[in-house]
């Protein structure tokens, strides 16, 4: 059987898709990494919703999803960007989020980490920003999970300088109960996010995120860093405190940057992993015995496809994780909050199923190729 993939040029290509999935098992939790997985919602395709309403979530579904990817020792990382926070999905559905996967990761003794935001608030000054954190925290505290204090859009908007997240970062970290990790998304993923830590110049800025941490080592488990800038995230890595990891968020340079050099190397914390789960869980396994080499092989080759998904407006990425895992039958529906299957062309989509057909990462190889030629039909691509 083959399938018609079309172009961005409106030419039509045959492809040949696979038969069998790549051959991976379930496992235990990881000893030489700490990796999680920013995990999608599954959105309810029933609901009466417009784009511009609360989204309506599939609980089941999107638990069963979590449950997946635990059952592979990855982490979740919950109520991040992946999960359409700010595109989709508001404060109060992520809070729901974080309380019914909390419950769920003690249930099944799965590890989760939870964002927490400002985004119940679109505006306000250094006062009513650092309540909106305290009221996000307090939920994911609450919820018994790790927080994971995200970027702020309204810090970004109101804050005048570095000292205003000085201000408000120390005020957070000293009341933590725990240790948090820090994110430090960038714009690429989030233009309202530009000038973050009080500067666009990333030296500045990187200068003024490391002081927050050398203030407060013993409140910063570590730092999720998303620039997309491989170098930048070793450099910065080399001067954090010991005690503080760092975990890549970088979703074209992972495979690099989590093997390492001698002086080093990054923990994970990564969206691509939702569609990769059981594929990077073993590569990570053989990284475990010390094999970087075999890990490598592993893990290499699925960067065409990180680097398709997240390519600009690299904020629509979720769009291909979505999809990705619809067509590997996580879920019933190619449906996201917000209308947000719009996002990416016919042609992404499909250059995006021909490269994850290629890895293997379908489950059912047939069931994607006819979910597949579904999509096309739709499309009025005719097979």
Known sequence: MTVQLPAADGSLRTYE???????????????SRTVFSAAHVVADPYADTTPDSPAAVDWDATLAFRRH???????????????????????????????????????????????????????????????????????VEEAGAQPILMASRALAAAARGPEDYLEVYGH??????????????GPMFDPALEGYWGSSDLDAA??????????????????????????REVALRRRLPPSVRCY???????????????????????GIFDPLGPLAAEAVRVLDTGDTAGFR????????????????PTRFYKTGVVFLAWLAGHQSHFTMAGGLQSARSLPHLARAYELADG?????????????????????????
């Open 359 to 383: 890895l293997g990462l379908f489950p059912d190889p047939k069931l994607a190729e006819e979910r597949m030629k579904t999509l096309l039909a739709l499309y009025g691509v005719a097979q």
């Open 248 to 270: 890549t968020g970088d979703d074209f340079h992972y495979p690099e940057l989590i093997a390492g050099d001698e002086q080093g190397f990054s923990h994970a914390l990564l």
């Open 297 to 312: 092989r592993l893990l290499d080759p699925t960067v065409e496809l990180s680097r398709h998904l997240f390519q600009p």
């Open 69 to 139: 990817l635990w059952s592979h020792g990855l982490g979740v990382a919950e109520a991040m960007d992946t999960a359409q926070r700010g595109m989709g999905l508001d404060w109060a559905g992520a809070a729901e989020l974080i309380r019914r996967s909390a419950a769920e990761a003690k249930a099944v003794g799965g590890r989760i980490a939870c964002g927490a935001g400002t985004d119940q608030i679109t505006s306000g000054g250094v006062a009513e920003i650092r309540a909106a954190y305290e009221e996000q925290l307090a939920v």
């Open 17 to 31: 898709p696979r038969t069998e999935p790549l051959a991976v098992s379930a496992g235990t939790p990881f000893t």
């Open 206 to 231: 990187t200068e003024t995120f490391l002081e927050v941490i050398a203030a407060h080592p013993d409140k910063v488990d570590g730092i999720k860093v998303s620039l997309l800038d491989a170098g």
């Open 172 to 185: 957070l970290l000293r009341q933590s109960a725990e240790p948090l990790i820090l994110h430090w998304l």
